[in-house]
């Protein structure tokens, strides 16, 4: 069994994209980052840069004590390497998988995390950041377009825990939604992966986990202005 510490975000979504697909059987502990959860102690224990998701794995492959994993990439080469899945196939296909990953959590996801925060959650519109980011997630998905091209997955032929990692981050501000018009092969990748069963199912936390709006302490804490209140 794994225990999952999770929370409906785009980061959240690559982890049970994965576990949906492999039939790994889970246990999701919601970690309520609007509350703060993940500075309580138990969860820094397991995760100690305060970010979901993260697991802990009661059944792993040395048979040894639980091991437990943070931050998205490294839970999905995990997770693809206990189940011999969506991992890449011999060297050539682990390094192509690898790369893409790579480039998913240094590059798509924290500029399009800041291509939202400037654009949704900020207190003040700042039009240089703001140009910036919305420069910098069109030049990713000019990079996606490119790849995907002449392949149906970022790896190549086969999908993969990288495309996992980038699909959930492909358009997620539905407030700030990014004109996906000037690249048909990422629109024709991201149709293809929602349309599967174990996406359908991963997206459906988003209606089982309840969440409040955050007040403006709360956003402040998620976003650094202000220090979360001792536990």
Known sequence: MIDLYYWPTPNGHKITLLLEETGLAYNVKPVDIGAGAQFEPAFLAISPNNRMPAIVDHAPADGGPPVSVFESAAILRYLADKTGRFGGRGLRGRVEVDQWLAWQVGGQGPMTGQYGHFNVYAPEKIPYAINRYTREVHRLLGVMERRLADRPFLAGNEYSI???????????????????????????????????????????????????????AQRAVLFGTAKPSAK
């Open 162 to 216: 990288a495309d996992m990692a980038a699909y959930p981050w492909i358009n997620p501000y539905t407030t700030a939604p990014v004109g996906l018009e000037p690249y048909p092969a990422v629109r024709r990748w991201h149709a293809g992966i929602a349309a599967r069963s174990a996406t359908q199912r991963a997206y459906a936390w988003n209606q089982r986990i309840e969440r409040k709006p955050m007040d403006a």
